[in-house]
């Protein structure tokens, strides 16, 4: 057996694809190819971050406390992240606060943190709780499991219309 066979068979150069870059200089470095490129990944990066960081602030304004017994009524809810009847309570609660004429402040600490676990300690309350604060601070109210949307949209009225008597008398 010849040598050739085992061997693969090149095409002769006549046959060959000429290269794409034939004739042409090979590419200089230029930096601003290179500052374009980190712009461009920039650019795409600053969405999702520019998302995170007002997704923090959110959460830090709604687990703000100093409001109760500012002037005004509040309610806060005692949140596990993990717990599908918290998420459902939650759901009612910004629902029936949008339907509610004057409703309270709204403020939910997770009870995950170190501040949800003195919060609730303090209150005696668990997750699954909504605490109704006057306001002079006063705990009203506690609405413990989830609770229907009219429910809350009552209570949340109720605290508002106490409210009001007391600043009239």
Do not use: Y
Not at 93 to 112: F, H, K, M
Not at 142 to 159: K, M
């Amino acid at each position: 057996m010849p040598k050739s066979k085992h061997k693969r068979h090149r095409p002769t150069a006549s046959s060959r694809k000429p290269p794409s870059r034939v004739g042409k200089a090979p590419r200089r470095f230029r930096p601003r190819r290179i500052v374009r490129g980190i712009l461009i990944a920039l650019a795409i990066l600053a969405v999702p971050v520019t998302w995170l960081v007002l997704e923090e602030r959110e959460a830090r304004a709604l687990a703000d406390l100093s409001v109760i017994g500012s002037g005004s009524p509040v309610a806060v809810q005692v949140f596990d992240r993990g717990c599908p009847e918290c998420r459902r309570l939650r759901d009612n609660a910004e629902q029936a606060l949008s339907n509610t004429e004057r409703p309270p402040a709204w403020r939910i600490v997770d009870i995950n943190t170190t501040q949800g676990r003195r919060f609730a300690g303090e209150q005696l309350v668990d997750h699954v709780t909504i605490v109704l604060f006057n306001r002079h601070g006063e705990r009203t109210e506690v609405i413990r499991g989830v609770a229907s949307v009219e429910e809350l949209e009552t209570a949340f009225s109720d605290l508002g219309r106490n409210a009001r008597a007391r600043r009239v008398r």
